[in-house]
Every structure is written in structure tokens, then in C-alpha cells.
């Protein structure tokens, strides 16, 4: 009796999934003239490296890789720009509650929260998303803004300051998704809670395929090697 295993089971036995890179995964990217100026304090990225005050940061629409969905944009501050903070990596990090009455002639309806995202392509498997936030308060220590994620099937938060997530240091948020089948999925974050000009931090954005477990990837080669070897009899 001859016995066969279908390419189908076999690829599912070995599938994990392949990385995605996140595009300018740091906000970091000073390349070309993107995004340009900045719509508050008329500050390039370049510019900004080192600078003090409003030199430090400013607001921008879109950056290499990111698009603003809702909301003024993305604010891109530096370890000048707070001072309890430094970036978690590169000379950029963001928040997502941009001052509204500082962008263009006229305030943005709604406040400063805002959402940003991107499109990024992803194989059948399983994967972790990765970044880091920081939380931002009043002066007296109030909460003001969480973030809120989603990719895949997966959409979730996390506010500060907590136990969790401690005021003046990078807290790593990491989740983990699937991909049934291939194709583009938006990576999106937004600013939640109130609309003050005070949000949360994010910065060092991955994704990175999940590796099958040793037991199933043993499992796989030998359903290769029983593929391989029924295909020897078989010819």
C-alpha cells in the first residue's frame, strides 16, 4: 500500500509565517524631503535633532510609511522636547494628542487626539507585534492619554501611569496575531482619552513572525521525510 501526504498538509506542518519590516518603524527617517515642514512650529526633522523649545518638535501630517487617518497628525518630539523622556530609539518618538489650536488657521475640529496607520503585507502565520509607550501626565500627575493598536485580529490598549506602565520610562507592548491568509493589513494606533494636547508615547514599532514550536517542526520534517521517501517507492 502506497501512502501520500499532500504539499497542502505538509506546507501548513512548516508554515511560521515571514517577517514584516515596519516602515520607518523609529519615526525616524530623515531621508529626502518628507514630510517637509511641519504644520505648527515650521520645523524639518533635521532641524529639530538637538534643538530646545518649540524647535524641538512639531506636527506633521504624514511621515515616510505612516498616514494620518482622524486627528491633526503625528507630533514628533525629541528627548528636548518633555525632558521626563528620552526616545526609545533614534532622535524621534511621537504622540498622537497634537495641539489643535497650533496646526494651520484654524483649530482642528474634535481636539488634537489622532490615528495613524499603515499597510503592510503579511504571509499565512503567526506573528508578534511589538512597540514601546511611555504615558504623559499633567503637571499634578493625572492620566491623560492611552493608545489604542490593532493589525490581524487584534485590537487592544494601554494606559499610564500604572504598575504596568511606570511614568518616565519605555514600557514594551507586545501582542500576538494571525494571518489566515495572505494579504495587506493595516497597522494602526490611536490617541484615546481626552483631547488636552497630552498623549502617550510611542516609539520602535516591529512585527516578527512567531516560529512553530520544536515539537511541531519535528513534526514537519519527518512528514517531509515520509513525503520524500513515499515518492522514492513510488517511482
Known amino acids: 500500500m502506497k501512502t501520500f501526504f499532500s504539499a497542502a498538509v505538509l506546507s501548513l506542518a512548516l508554515a511560521t509565517g515571514a517577517s514584516a519590516a515596519v516602515v520607518n518603524a523609529g519615526f525616524d527617517d530623515l531621508t529626502g524631503s518628507n514630510p517637509g ?23 506633521y501630517s504624514s511621515l515616510n510609511g505612516w498616514t494620518t487617518t482622524t486627528g491633526p497628525g503625528l507630533e514628533v518630539q525629541t528627548k528636548n522636547t518633555v525632558g521626563a523622556i528620552d526616545p526609545h530609539s533614534g532622535p524621534f518618538y511621537i504622540e498622537l494628542d497634537g495641539d489643535p489650536d497650533m496646526v494651520g488657521a484654524a483649530p482642528i475640529p474634535g481636539g488634537g487626539n489622532s490615528t495613524i496607520t499603515q499597510s503592510i503585507f503579511l504571509e499565512k502565520g503567526k506573528y508578534e507585534l511589538s512597540f514601546f509607550y511611555a504615558p504623559r501626565v499633567r503637571n499634578n500627575g493625572e492620566l491623560t492619554n492611552g493608545v489604542e493598536y490593532s493589525i490581524g485580529d487584534v485590537l487592544d490598549s494601554i494606559t499610564g501611569p500604572n504598575a504596568d506602565a511606570p511614568f518616565g520610562q519605555w514600557t514594551e507592548v507586545v501582542a500576538l496575531f494571525s494571518v489566515a491568509q495572505a494579504g495587506n493589513f493595516d497597522l494602526t494606533f490611536s490617541a484615546i482619552g481626552r483631547n488636552d494636547t497630552l498623549g502617550g508615547f510611542i516609539d520602535t514599532v516591529s512585527i516578527a513572525a512567531v ?5 511541531v517542526l519535528m513534526l514537519g520534517f519527518g512528514l517531509a521525510g515520509l513525503f520524500a ?7
Open 37 to 59: 515642514t511641519g504644520l505648527s512650529n515650521g520645523n524639518t526633522l533635521a532641524n529639530m535633532v538637538g534643538a530646545t523649545g518649540s524647535r524641538s518638535w512639531d506636527i
Open 211 to 215: 516560529p512553530l514550536p520544536a515539537p
Open 229 to 235: 521517501a513515499s515518492r522514492r517507492k513510488s517511482a
